[in-house]
């Protein structure tokens, strides 16, 4: 299942078609019934579609590559900007700590002695993406290492939080409904240095753990889990699996594609 070009709408009789191949291996437990496997189905790609705009600000906060303003993060060597951000109906606020190689703090960053940063941040706002809008609140904690001297990659780990609730309105005008809350782990993300068009994270992974609750519908109130690792590969499309299940996501190009 791919990821790639934002803002094109599945009708619900395709989209029954495109997930009845999905099988009840990508349910997860729930807090009464189980779900069917075409509603298990449709809760693995609205997580999916979450996972790839959240970890898209994550990598342009990474000083990856993304969005035109890149949150605010300069691209130019010997700069780390810490500035607060908007854009797209977003609200980013950072504070930075800069250190050198012996672990002292630093007043301001050095491009040739500063080793690493601590990266505080949150990212509040409504995205709204024509026929998908969500509401985002969550922080993250970010650690750059390797920046002594003029580094051509640096070392990203970190943790983070959040909470998400998003209305998705189908074609035929029915809508689905869920709120979200998550926890985020990265480990070892290496991005190349100086940040460019192409400099996608070349490895490293970012595991997500969601807890779904379902508003609305016949489903109403109930709640299931989901954990999203992704593998980065120096691509715009890493390795990812749902409850261990592939799928195929497109951080540069953030929405889904319709299939044929």
Do not use: H
């Not at 078609?17 to 069917?36: G, N, Q």
């Not at 703090?105 to 706002?125: H, I, M």
């Not at 889990?225 to 261990?244: D, K």
């Amino acid at each position: 299942m791919r990821f790639m070009r934002p803002l094109a709408p599945y009708t619900v009789p395709a989209l029954l078609a495109l997930l009845a191949t999905v099988t009840a291996c990508s349910a997860d437990s729930t807090t009464s019934a189980p779900l069917s496997e075409v509603n298990n189905a449709l809760v693995n790609a609205d997580v999916a579609t979450v996972t790839v705009e959240t970890l898209g600000q994550d990598v342009e906060l990474m000083r990856g590559p993304g969005g035109t303003f890149g949150l605010g993060l300069a691209a130019a060597r010997g700069n780390f900007e810490c500035t607060n951000a908007g854009r797209d109906g977003l609200t980013i606020s950072r504070i930075c700590t800069y250190k050198d190689a012996a672990g002292n703090v630093q007043s301001a960053y050095d491009s040739l002695t500063t080793a690493s940063v601590s990266v505080r941040a949150s990212v509040e706002g409504t995205i709204a993406r024509e026929r998908v809008t969500m509401t985002v609140d969550r922080n993250a904690e970010f650690t750059v290492s390797g920046l002594v001297g003029q580094e051509t990659k640096a070392t990203w780990n970190g943790t983070g939080s959040g909470t998400i609730s998003r209305v998705r309105t189908t074609e035929d005008g029915s809508t689905r409904q869920y709120d979200m809350t998550f926890t985020v782990k990265r480990d070892n993300v290496v991005i190349p240095v100086p940040r460019t068009a192409t400099s996608w994270p070349i490895s490293g992974t970012v595991t997500k753990k969601y807890t779904v609750v379902i508003t609305g519908g016949p489903n109403d109130g109930k709640s299931v889990t989901r954990e999203v690792v992704i593998t980065f590969n120096g691509t715009s499309t890493p390795t990812a699996t749902i409850n261990g299940e592939p799928w195929e996501l497109d951080l540069a190009n953030r929405g889904r594609r319709k299939k044929p």
